[in-house]
């Protein structure tokens, strides 16, 4: 049996506590105590897609729509900077008032601010090659793009026709193009099972990811998927320990919806490998519009007070905040 056969074999087994030993070995040896922060800012909620899991999917007519303004985005980096964030993550719904052209003003304004010295990483969906380019050369560093699940019929079905192909594909141009390069999946989809969390696992780690980010599936009230059951959050922590374990040098972040799910759903998550934590640095007027799923944590909260509760909460498992803006090891080790 290999060796990850034998992992896989534990995963199955629900075997929680002999993963997350050995994922957490792996995460001390590749970077101590150190818990990366990005600063997450919601630029848009609006979205051209229709993805049935997603709160601010285009048919939710409920949502209050929103998009900040270039000074908004601009003012808010500023203040995560001086605090001393060095990653900024923008991250909105498809929209296409948000086109390539403006967005890679704001890569060049942030790249200008900072004087170069923040990463910029983009979360705004699949685009072409070509925008991909253009976003790479105004200075984005990274970029992530979950492919959700890993199962070609389920990933049409949730996406509303969208082929898992075709976001492998847009994954492949990003690679090519030199981003830095994040996906993931959600655990817990409907019509998901073990074996499913295994293959999604497995892909992964064959896209040599620098960066692999997942968290529960959480059913939306206001979408087609509300009446889903809620998986408990173990399974995403099986998954964590899994992924450390497969790609032992990918940053994965303990995400903001495992913290919703349970009150100590993040440290938990770190506790089974994860080394990223992403405060929300939006304005908290629009905090509450950005709804992917019920429940979402710190919407009262500015972002910068979070940094001070996260290094509270990472205290309390013997990790520590690192503000190094730690680029992904991946990606050099290819190059
Ligand atoms: N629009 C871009 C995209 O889809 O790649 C970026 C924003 S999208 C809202 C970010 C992520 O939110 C998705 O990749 C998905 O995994 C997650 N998400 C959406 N709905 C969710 C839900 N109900 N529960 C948990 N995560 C959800
Ligand atoms: Fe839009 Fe992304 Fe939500 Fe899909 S997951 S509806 S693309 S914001
Ligand atoms: Fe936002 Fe604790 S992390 S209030």
Redesign the pocket.
């Known amino acids: 049996m290999s060796d990850i056969s034998r992992w896989e074999e534990l995963f199955l087994q629900g075997r929680l506590d002999e993963l997350s030993a050995a994922a957490m070995d792996l995460t001390r040896t590749h970077f101590g105590d150190s818990v990366f922060l990005r600063g997450l800012l919601e630029y848009s909620n609006h ?1 051209s ?1 229709n ?1 049935l ?4 999917r285009r048919d939710n007519s409920r949502v209050e729509r929103y998009r900040l303004d270039d000074r908004m985005i601009y003012a808010a980096v500023d203040s995560g900077f001086s605090r001393g964030l060095r990653t900024f993550v923008l ?4 929209d296409p008032e948000f086109g390539t052209d403006r967005m890679c003003r704001i890569v060049r304004e942030i790249k200008k601010r900072t004087g170069g010295m923040a990463a910029v990483t983009l ?4 685009l072409s090659r070509e925008d991909y380019a253009a976003l790479k050369s105004a200075g984005a560093d990274r970029y ?3 492919f ?1 699940t890993s199962d070609p019929e389920l990933h049409r079905n949730l996406r509303d026709g969208v082929s898992l192909e075709r976001r492998l594909k847009a994954l492949d141009d990003l690679r090519n193009l030199g981003f830095q390069t994040g996906s ?3 655990v817990g989809l409907p019509g998901e099972d073990d074996e499913l969390v295994l293959r999604n696992i497995r892909l992964a780690r064959e896209l040599e990811l620098d960066m692999i ?1 997942i ?6 009230p206001q ?1 087609p ?1 509300a009446e889903s059951p809620q998986v408990p959050l173990e399974k995403t922590l099986l998954a964590t320990a899994m992924l450390r374990i497969t790609c032992p040098k990918a940053h994965i972040p303990a995400t903001t ?1 495992a913290g919703s799910l349970e009150p100590d759903g993040r440290e938990r998550m770190l506790r089974c490998g994860a080394n990223v934590l992403m405060p929300n640095i939006s304005p908290v007027e629009v905090k509450p519009h950005y709804m ?2 019920p429940g979402k944590i710190c919407l009262d909260e500015d972002g910068l007070h979070c940094i001070g509760c996260l290094a509270g909460r990472v205290a309390l498992v013997g990790r520590k905040l690192d503000f190094d803006r730690a680029d992904g090891r991946v990606i050099h080790e290819r190059a």
């Open positions: 979205c897609s993805c899991y997603c709160g601010i991250q909105g719904g498809e979360s705004c969906g699949i992530l793009l979950r959700e993931g999946f959600m980010g968290g529960p599936f959480i059913p939306h979408t998927l919806a992917l799923y």
